[in-house]
């Protein structure tokens, strides 16, 4: 990408800025030179490394190699014992009578589930039926209602099946009338006839 340093117009070729009309800089192609070997410099070929190299050891290092393993003897520890213990029979499990198990007696209590209207914790839009937030389309802090139980607040529909759903506008997904989808966000708006 090419960008002008007087309008910074960003493009993708040229040597002619396509905004203002700025000459641009083209690199320039570097020519093969010729560089000659200088005589002085002593000549140093590699050949691969694979060039046999005299080195002769030093007479004043000591020569420690250790012999390959499979030269050397197998050697028994002494020290370490080889026996297995017998197995052990099935051990008697005791309750503990002063371990606190952490957990109060059930009273068959619970609570109750969220109903009316919810609070987007996003835009704080407050919103008596939905799953989906008006505003700002995410998600809001319900419960889905039962299969067979009708959606509270509905006006005139018998149960959940009696809703028309269309599809939006924008991305094609099912979306009730007048709510936002939860896919693009797009409000779907039911036609009028």
Known sequence: MIICPVCEHQQAQGDECDNCGKKL???????????????????????GGRVAVDAPTLPELAHTRQEAGPDLPPQVVPD?????????????????????????????????????????????????EGMVCDRCGMRLPRVKPAAG?????????????DVTWLPCQKCRTP???NKICTVCGTRVVAVQA
Do not use: F, W
């Open 149 to 161: 139980a009708a959606p509270a607040g509905a006006k005139g529909a018998a149960n959940a099946e």
């Open 175 to 177: 979306t009730r009338p």
């Open 25 to 47: 800089q083209v690199p320039k192609v570097a020519a093969a030179v010729a560089v000659p070997t200088l005589p002085e410099l002593e000549q140093t070929h590699h050949a």
């Open 80 to 128: 370490m014992e080889t026996t297995r213990t017998a197995p052990i029979d099935k051990v008697a499990v005791e309750a503990v009578p002063e371990l606190d198990t952490g957990r109060a007696a059930d009273d068959g209590v619970r609570t109750a589930a969220p109903s009316g209207a919810a609070v987007c914790r996003y835009c704080r839009n407050v919103q008596a």
